[in-house]
T-cell receptor, first 113, second 114 residues
């Protein structure tokens, strides 16, 4: 069973913020939310992860709702190089399965000039 | 970029032949993984390692074996390649569990079994 639900595809205008939603309504208290992306046939690239607080790094921001049932990845100023498939993943931070990332089908983000 | 090298990058082999893919890291990370990626299935975990000589099966391990005799190398072997093993194979490494599960992926090996 899929632990996350993401839209299949999204478009974003270059220079605008890209907001990618993810639903993880069955998330457990010990599970982190991870975001990765895969740019055309390359290996996936780690973006960001969080437990319950919002997180920001040089690539993106992660907003997690208070009930932790959904999250949004924000790319503040999308560029053409951000065109990729974005994966939202939940994974426990300890115990069985904490080593493993389960990739779904992700959201294909197309940044339009 | 994390120091991960996969070899070979491309390989064509015949059904029934053995094939070994190599993943080499220079980061001294404890965990190493092999994934395969097929259209319509996303990435699926084949095997992983949590230390030298410590390995375990993932979601799609049938037909594959692995070995890790030293920290930096993780080998994936197809004992007798089949056409269903035609895929892109990715190696990944990570420093630890939980909050340190951030994984770094190699560039992939495209394997074609004819």
């Amino acid at each position: 069973d899929a632990k996350t639900t993401q839209p299949t595809s999204m478009d974003c205008a270059e220079g605008r913020a890209a907001n990618l939603p993810c639903n993880h309504s069955t998330i457990s208290g010990n599970e982190y939310v991870y975001w990765y992306r895969q740019i055309h046939s390359q290996g996936p690239q780690y973006i960001i992860h969080g437990l319950k607080n919002n997180e920001t790094n040089e690539m993106a921001s992660l907003i997690i709702t208070e009930d932790r049932k959904s999250s949004t990845l924000i790319l503040p100023h999308a560029t053409l190089r951000d065109t990729a498939v974005y994966y939202c993943i939940v994974s426990p931070y300890s115990g069985a399965g904490s080593y493993q990332l389960t990739f779904g089908k992700g959201t294909k983000l197309s940044v339009i000039p | 970029d994390a120091g991960i090298t996969q070899s070979p990058r491309h390989k064509v082999t015949e059904t029934g032949t053995p094939v070994t893919l190599r993943c080499h890291q220079t980061e001294n990370h404890r965990y190493m993984y092999w994934y395969r990626q097929d259209p319509g299935h996303g990435l699926r975990l084949i095997h992983y390692s949590y230390g030298v000589k410590d390995t375990d099966k993932g979601e799609v391990s049938d037909g594959y074996s692995v070995s890790r005799s030293k920290t930096e190398d993780f080998l994936l072997t197809l004992e007798s390649a089949t056409s269903s093993q035609t895929s892109v194979y990715f190696c990944a490494i990570s420093p630890g569990q939980g909050a340190n599960t951030e994984a770094f992926f190699g560039q992939g090996t495209r394997l074609t079994v004819v």
